[in-house]
């Protein structure tokens, strides 16, 4: 039996793998499967933007050896800002129902 942690790190390897490799390097998203992971799996956050631009800034911020795609390393890096991001956003939404907000 895995662990919570173990099942989420197993879960985000599955959810990179499902979208990389449709076309091209199977180890990697380019920016159509980019497109396709941000707006299958994190619509809420890309919700009302215009989604054109947030990939393309996305992929420029992801894709640090500048080869056009986002292997999972950089995957990762998106997923764990998005995580920070979230996280201060529960702790400063508990601050203010504490403080009757």
Same mark, same amino acid.
């Given at each position: 039996?895995?662990?919570?942690?173990?099942?989420?790190?197993? +879960?985000?390897?599955?959810?990179?793998?499902?979208?990389?490799?449709?076309?091209?390097?199977?180890?990697?998203?380019?920016?159509?499967?980019?497109?396709?992971?941000?707006?299958?799996?994190?619509?809420?956050?890309?919700?009302?933007?215009? +989604?054109?631009?947030?990939?393309?800034?996305?992929?420029? +911020?992801?894709?640090?050896? @500048?080869?056009?795609?986002?292997?999972?390393?950089?995957?990762?890096?998106?997923?764990?800002?998005?995580?920070?991001?979230?996280?201060?956003?529960?702790? +400063?939404?508990?601050?203010?129902?504490? @403080?009757?907000?």
């Amino acid at each position: 039996m895995s662990s919570h942690l173990q099942r989420a790190m197993e +879960d985000l390897i599955k959810v990179f793998y499902c979208y990389s490799g449709k076309e091209g390097d199977k180890y990697k998203l380019n920016k159509k499967e980019l497109k396709n992971m941000l707006q299958e799996e994190l619509n809420d956050f890309l919700n009302g933007t215009n +989604d054109a631009k947030v990939v393309e800034k996305i992929m420029q +911020d992801l894709d640090e050896n @500048r080869d056009g795609e986002v292997d999972f390393q950089e995957f990762v890096v998106l997923v764990a800002a998005l995580t920070v991001a979230c996280n201060e956003f529960f702790v +400063d939404l508990v601050k203010k129902e504490k @403080r009757g907000i």
